[in-house]
């Protein structure tokens, strides 16, 4: 069973800086992810995409976020990273990671779409 597991949130001063870190783990072996993510919902709105990394390195960020957000991938260790820098209150939100296309043990076994538990990003004024 693969699980999503985020680390890294918390409470930081405007202006500061955060890494947030998800790695898929749970699975005897995965074969590949499509796109590994990162969401975020702030309360009372929907969910949103914060930035997103294909298999093949194609970055895609919020238009809100591009320039002080960096995400990155370790594709060996199944594990991906946000980049937090010159945070705002507004950027205050539960961060999801997600992985898109997951497929397990080889090419043709089904992909699937998965989140992580979510973990509390807090930007103080």
């Known amino acids: 069973q693969v699980e999503l597991v985020e680390s890294g949130g918390g409470l930081v001063q405007a202006g500061g800086s955060l890494t947030l870190s998800c790695v898929a783990s749970g699975s005897i072996y995965i074969y590949s992810i499509r796109s590994m993510g990162w969401y975020r919902q702030a309360p009372g709105r929907q969910r949103e995409l914060v930035a997103a990394?294909?298999?093949?390195?194609?970055?895609n960020y919020a238009d809100s976020v591009r320039g002080r957000f960096t995400i990155a991938r370790n594709s060996t260790k199944n594990a991906w990273y946000l980049q937090l820098t010159s945070l705002k209150p507004e950027d205050t939100a539960v961060y999801y990671c997600n992985a898109d296309g997951l497929r397990e043990r080889h090419r043709f076994t089904p992909a699937h779409n998965y989140w992580g538990q979510g973990t509390q990003v807090t930007v103080s004024a």
């Open positions: 990394i294909t298999s093949d390195g194609n970055t």
